[in-house]
């Protein structure tokens, strides 16, 4: 049954869209695209083989890692941006600049598209979040302010907005309220899934952070046919939706435990938890049983994915998974820093004179 929830607020769905015109369809195969911005969407879904083997149900991942720089939020940033163009807030070669607050792939995002558009992106981050995160923004050209950590997603917002009052050319983009995160997903991600699977997926299954991404794909998907079941997946250790009582877990980007303008929980059929270790866990078994590389939230989908795949009553049933983003950008947090420790210690061994091949 649905679950209670507020709706969205948002009026990011009206008469206005016409979905199947904002369908960009690249072809690459006989095309130069003209800016990294074209290649944005149109990630591919690829079926789960391994992991899967001998359940009744079906899992087919969307590799949103497949993105220019290799996360979902890659959707969003341009979303964003053009939104703020549609506007007249931003204008190439203007003097409006857009800002954010934001640590993750939002803010990643947003940088790579301002420098490819000619702007250049404020953000606010917590100092606490990885060196590589803020080399990465830094090498886009990002202007970064950082915020002590025991000021929390709190002192991000506070810093941005005064910033914001300073400096009256930057453009807050607000992910976590403009009605443009939630439309690019009705527009794209959504009509992408169903294109790719030809209308036999049956559950949509995802994380949220803002929402964005659920809400819109799942609002199209449910549109197309109303039986497609639309499951959120949550960390344990936060599980806001199933608890009502949020808390800190290592997934990150998903479950803020709280409820966004960007979220509409109305739409979800059912909500699943996992814990973040087994999570995690997925993760290194989709890096070596299905050469795929993906983030922490990637397998915190991918294990209610196969939760639901499990089930007897969906034999031969599609479920379709969100993974958002690429493991790479993780290197150094879990799941992958053991990894990386385990590299630091691996044995050398040194050549014998005889070993040594000959010149
Ligand atoms: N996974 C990761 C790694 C993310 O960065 C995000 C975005 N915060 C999400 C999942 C959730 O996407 P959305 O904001 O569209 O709900």
Not at 68 to 81: E, M
Not at 327 to 332: H, Q, T
């Amino acid at each position: 049954g649905k679950l209670n929830g507020p709706r969205t607020q948002l009026e990011w769905h009206d008469g206005l869209i016409e979905q199947s015109s904002k369908l960009r369809a690249p072809d690459l195969r006989n095309h130069i695209a003209s800016s990294v911005t074209d290649l944005v969407g149109w990630t591919p879904t690829v079926m789960l083989n391994k992991v899967t083997a001998g359940l009744p149900g079906r899992v087919a991942v969307k590799m949103e890692c497949l993105n220019p720089f290799s996360s979902v939020k890659d959707r969003t940033a341009l979303a964003l941006i053009e939104d703020l163009e549609r506007q007249g807030k931003l204008i190439p070669g203007g003097e409006n600049q857009p800002l954010e607050m934001t640590s993750g792939n939002t803010g990643i995002g947003l940088a790579w598209v301002a420098a490819a558009k000619g702007y250049k992106l404020t953000c606010t981050m917590p100092s606490a979040y990885s060196d590589e995160r803020k080399a990465l923004l830094l090498a886009l050209g990002t202007d970064l302010h950082l915020t002590d950590k025991l000021d929390g997603p709190a002192g991000m917002l506070a810093r941005a907005s005064e910033l914001e009052e300073e400096n009256p050319h930057l453009m807050m983009t607000r992910q976590f309220e403009a009605a443009a995160n939630v439309r690019v997903h009705y527009q794209q991600t959504g009509p992408e899934i169903w294109s790719q699977s030809q209308g036999r997926v049956d559950f949509l299954v995802a994380t949220a952070g803002t929402g964005g991404t659920i809400t819109g794909a799942g609002t199209f998907l449910k549109e197309q046919k109303p039986g497609v079941e639309v499951v959120a997946v949550e960390p344990l250790e936060g599980a806001y939706w199933t608890t009502g009582c949020g808390g800190p877990h290592p997934v990150q980007g998903v479950s803020p435990g709280l409820d966004v303008p960007t979220l509409d929980r109305s739409l979800f059929d059912e909500v699943l938890t996992a814990p973040s270790a087994e999570a995690m866990q997925m993760c290194h078994r989709l890096a070596r049983e299905e050469g795929m590389f993906v983030g922490p939230s990637s397998g915190l989908a991918i294990h209610g994915a196969i939760q639901l795949a499990s089930r007897p009553e969906n034999e031969g049933k599609l479920v379709v998974v969100i993974a958002p983003s690429f493991g790479e950008r993780y290197l150094s947090s879990p799941p992958w820093a053991q990894f990386m420790e385990e590299a630091r210690k691996l044995p050398t061994k040194l050549l014998t004179e005889e070993e040594k091949p000959k010149a």
